[in-house]
């Protein structure tokens, strides 16, 4: 993945030891699901449950039972297979005390061999016979409170408590003589009931004991490229309303293997908001413009901001022969030299995200060089502040941006040959700021930042909004099936 917010930055050379900051606890990045982002993962919670519950074997159930006119009987259900679910209706809903899933009117065909012996006084051999039965189960209830919080910045996620109701039960039979009916089911009844209640509550229950695992093994660092990467820690506690869910991460980028003094150039007292509260989308994701800001300032570490030109659209504006009428000393002195431009940025690109617009400012030091045969001889240096316009957009799962040029104001900060007429250079600058700088700029934003999301989801219809210092992307998810570590669990 290639970096995102870098802005003008450009291969070549500089030492490190800009900002690097670690502040501690502090949330850049917010995460909401909402209450359809809830209802999405519930209906694929239910339907994966279902899937894991059919062919599910249960445990044979055995009893001696006294059946009128016949005695003691002993009888067993065995091979007691769940083969059809059906959860006609279902809820999740946040509370301050976890997340209550429920399911009501549950349904349950299962099939079962029965079998049962018996001897009398009257005939000396047992008795036994055999045959298959199918019960159904109808009417239940399902629930279960599930505990979210933050653990030494992953999610741990505890069932609190779950628990199921079956209402009715009627069993059919295959066979059998006459009393057996009602011998199973005044012997049989409330068992299957509590079986199929325990099957389903001990099945819930691994599955969200797998679904912690899972959540447990995402990685806080999401690689933005070899050297980069967006961290991801979980930060304060999980938010829990009556309609939403919201987390907080770090969100800052970060290289790996530096570590530079601390400069809390990025503190603030503001508490992330969650954006997206009021949308209909299934989630929300919240980046504050420090986000961006520590982007900019990785790369800026990372040295990507300097950049020898040497190549343009117009050759012929690196040869002194093509500043003749501009610079008209400089031809004197170099004629017929050929030239490049060595180009710095003086500070990292500082992004500033208003409710109107995303935009980002842009120091740089731009040295006019001769070369001579072997040497390079700088001649001038201009300063240029540059201030551009950002067009952000999604693409897939990421955020991705262009620039646009708005305005820029440039000063000669030193020079060689006498003073430069900044009018006449001030076109030549624009062309190549349009021409040279954010084409190249353009094309590395084009590849974007990689939103957080969970691998096999991909965003869909999203919108992005702009609030003061902060930027949101509300959108909808959709799951790709091919995911299977995501459904393996359950
Ligand atoms: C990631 O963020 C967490 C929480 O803010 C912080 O404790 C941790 O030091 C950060 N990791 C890196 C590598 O910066
Ligand atoms: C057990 O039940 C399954 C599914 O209902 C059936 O295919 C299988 O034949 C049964 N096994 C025995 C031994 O009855
Ligand atoms: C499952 O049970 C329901 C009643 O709960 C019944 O209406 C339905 O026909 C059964 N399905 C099958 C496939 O046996
Ligand atoms: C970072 O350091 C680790 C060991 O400390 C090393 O294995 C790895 O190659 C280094 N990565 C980079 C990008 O320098
Ligand atoms: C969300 O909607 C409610 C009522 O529809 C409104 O009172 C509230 O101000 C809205 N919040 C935001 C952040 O737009
Ligand atoms: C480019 O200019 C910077 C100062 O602006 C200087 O430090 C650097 O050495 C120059 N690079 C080359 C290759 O001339």
New binding site residues.
């Given amino acids: 993945m290639a970096p995102f917010f870098v802005l003008f930055l450009l291969a ?1 050379s500089l030492t490190h030891g800009y900002a690097q900051f670690h502040p501690k606890n502090e949330a850049f990045m917010s995460l909401l699901i909402t209450q359809n982002g809830l209802d999405f993962i519930r209906e694929r919670l239910v339907k994966k449950a279902i899937s894991s519950m059919i062919s599910l074997q249960l445990p044979n159930i055995e009893k001696t039972s006294k059946i009128p006119f016949v005695g003691n009987v002993f009888l067993v259900l065995s091979n007691i297979t769940i083969y059809r679910m059906g959860v006609p209706s279902s809820h999740v809903k946040p509370a301050e005390t976890g997340i209550s899933i429920t399911a009501s009117g549950v349904t349950c065909n299962l099939s079962m061999n029965w079998y049962y012996s018996y001897s009398t006084w009257l005939v000396p051999v047992e008795i036994s016979d055999k045959g298959r039965a199918e019960v159904q189960v109808e009417g239940m209830e399902v629930g279960l409170t599930l505990g979210l919080e933050n653990q030494e910045g992953s999610l741990k996620l505890k069932l609190k408590d779950c628990g199921s109701n079956v209402k009715d039960i009627s069993i059919k039979l295959d066979g059998g003589a006459s009393w057996l009916y009602q011998g199973l089911v005044d012997a049989f009844e409330d068992k299957i009931g509590s079986t199929v209640e325990n099957a389903i509550t001990k099945k819930l229950t691994k599955g969200i004991s797998r679904l912690d695992s899972y959540l447990k093994s995402l990685p806080k660092e999401v690689p933005v490229d070899h050297q980069t990467f967006m961290n991801v820690t979980f930060v304060n506690d999980v938010l829990l309303s009556d309609s939403s869910v919201g987390f907080e991460t770090n969100g800052l980028f970060v290289e790996r293997n530096v570590s530079l003094p601390i400069l809390d150039l990025y503190h603030k007292n503001s508490k992330l908001p969650f954006l997206c509260t009021n949308s209909t989308k299934m989630l929300g994701i919240t980046l504050d413009e420090v986000v961006f800001n520590s982007a900019s300032a990785v790369y800026y570490d990372a040295k990507f901001m ?1 950049w ?1 030109v040497d190549q343009i659209p117009d050759q012929s504006l690196l040869n002194t022969a093509g500043w003749r009428f501009i610079v008209p000393q400089l031809y004197k002195k170099y004629p017929n030299h050929d030239m490049n431009l ?1 180009i ?1 940025l003086s500070s990292p690109p500082a992004v500033e995200i208003t409710n109107q617009k995303a935009g980002a400012s842009i120091l740089a ?1 731009m ?1 006019i ?1 001769v070369l001579e045969e072997d040497e ?1 001889i700088p001649v001038a ?1 201009i300063s240029l502040e540059i201030q551009g316009t950002g067009l952000i957009k999604i693409n897939g799962n990421n955020l991705v941006g262009a620039v646009r040029l708005n305005d820029f104001q440039m000063a000669l900060k030193w020079s060689n040959i006498g003073n430069l007429r900044m009018y006449l250079i001030q076109p030549v600058v624009w062309t190549l700021i349009e021409t040279v700088l954010l084409p190249y700029t353009n094309a590395r934003l084009s590849k974007g930042l990689p939103l957080p999301i969970i691998h096999g989801f991909t965003l869909q219809n999203a919108e992005i909004i702009l609030s003061t210092s902060r930027l949101a992307v509300c959108s909808d998810v959709a799951f790709a099936e091919s995911n299977k570590r995501f459904l393996y669990f359950i």
């Fill in positions: 070549s300097h020898i060595n710095s030091d040295t060089d390079v240096c």
